[in-house]
């Protein structure tokens, strides 16, 4: 089951967390977590802004998941940054993955992740804010 929000509370939301996020002194898996939900919050406001719609009540299932790879092809993001997200390489072996979509799960319930191959999600994560920003006049 989800929660239905407006426009409103999504641009809040995008705002306060990645606030939140930009505040915390260490970065790691908090900051990471919060910058997801910032973004995850960002693009699903411009989807309901360029759709003309008043709340997520209104998205059809799979637009209303955590799925950022769904989101930012249907808002068109450019194909460049849509291909860098990308699973993550997780630490207990070579065939662990998480999937983009996970990701927020995994740094929720603390799955250690590969260093580089976290700092590269972060640095996608970030370029999607910077998106979001840029198209929410935030």
């Known amino acids: 089951m989800s929660v239905d929000v407006g426009k409103k509370q999504l641009r ?6 990645r606030d939140a ?17 910032s973004v995850e919050c960002g693009l699903k406001a411009v989807l309901l802004d360029q759709r003309n719609l008043r709340s997520t009540s209104e998205l059809q ?6 799925n950022l790879r769904v ?8 194909r460049s940054l849509c ?8 630490r207990r072996g070579p065939g662990e993955r998480v999937d983009f979509g996970d990701l927020h799960q995994a740094w929720r319930y603390g799955r250690a ?3 580089k191959s976290e700092e590269r999600a972060v640095a ?6 910077s998106w979001c920003q840029q198209e929410l006049r935030a």
């Open 21 to 37: 996020s930009q505040a915390l002194e260490e970065e790691g898996a908090s900051a990471a977590l919060l910058l997801f939900y």
């Open 61 to 66: 299932k799979d637009l209303k998941s955590h």
């Open 12 to 17: 809040a939301s995008f705002a306060a967390h």
């Open 71 to 78: 989101l930012a092809k249907v808002l068109l993001l450019p």
């Open 124 to 129: 996608v994560l970030r370029e999607l804010l």
């Open 83 to 90: 291909e860098q997200m990308v699973d993550c390489a997780g």
């Open 113 to 115: 992740l590969e260093k």
